[in-house]
């Protein structure tokens, strides 16, 4: 049997896209590990697992009809202000025992006029800004925060909240090599 894919490029347009369940409950859950901070002081927001048969990539190819994806958060607090500081993927395997820094990013590097305007962002291009690493499935993508003011409090229900990632989504499909028949 020969494995094949087929890449599709993709997007999470919204923070609730990010968590495995409600948002609304997400904030004062802290049994998974939501809300808790790592070893760097970066807070976990959400995590995403790899749906079975498919393969994750942060970013598109360069050849892509965009030329790199988009990589922008913008959170605030309960008052409306935002909350600047670095942003990180992680690729964990499903038992979360090893673990891989896809990408950082400050957000004050992210054109916040308008999210989706490539001219102005920083594009993320497969394998050039990001390893050339897919996260397999039932493996997560985890979603971390680090702000630069210590103590600062994400409103996770603000609606001026903006998330919009990029990615490449893999769908395996398994094929009969002529020599297997």
């Keep these: 049997m020969k494995q094949e894919f087929t890449p599709y ?16 409950c997400l904030k004062d859950k802290m049994g998974e590990g ?29 050849l892509s009809q965009y030329a790199g994806g988009i990589f922008h958060i913008e959170l605030h607090d309960s008052s409306n202000n935002d909350i600047e500081g670095n942003v990180k ?7 979360k025992l090893t673990r891989k820094t896809i990408i950082t990013r400050h957000t004050a590097s992210m054109y916040k006029s308008d999210p ?9 291009i497969l394998g050039v800004q990001t390893p050339l690493t897919w996260a397999k499935e039932r493996s997560l993508v985890q ?5 630069d ?5 994400i409103d996770y ?5 903006v998330l919009y990632i990029e990615y490449t989504l893999a769908e395996l499909v398994y094929t009969k090599t002529p020599e297997a028949l």
Excluded at 41 to 61: D, F, H, M, S
């Design 9 to 24: 490029e993709k997007a999470w347009s919204k923070i609730s896209d990010f968590m495995t369940q409600d948002v609304q």
């Design 34 to 62: 939501i809300g808790l901070a790592d070893h760097e002081g970066y807070t976990l927001l959400g995590e995403y697992e790899v749906p079975r048969q498919c393969l994750i990539a942060i970013g598109l190819k360069h």
């Design 89 to 95: 993927i992680v690729f964990t395997n499903a038992s």
């Design 116 to 124: 989706l305007d490539r001219s102005h962002q920083q594009l993320v």
């Design 143 to 147: 979603l971390y925060f680090k702000p």
């Design 149 to 153: 003011v210590d103590g600062e409090t």
């Design 157 to 161: 229900d603000n609606a001026n909240n």
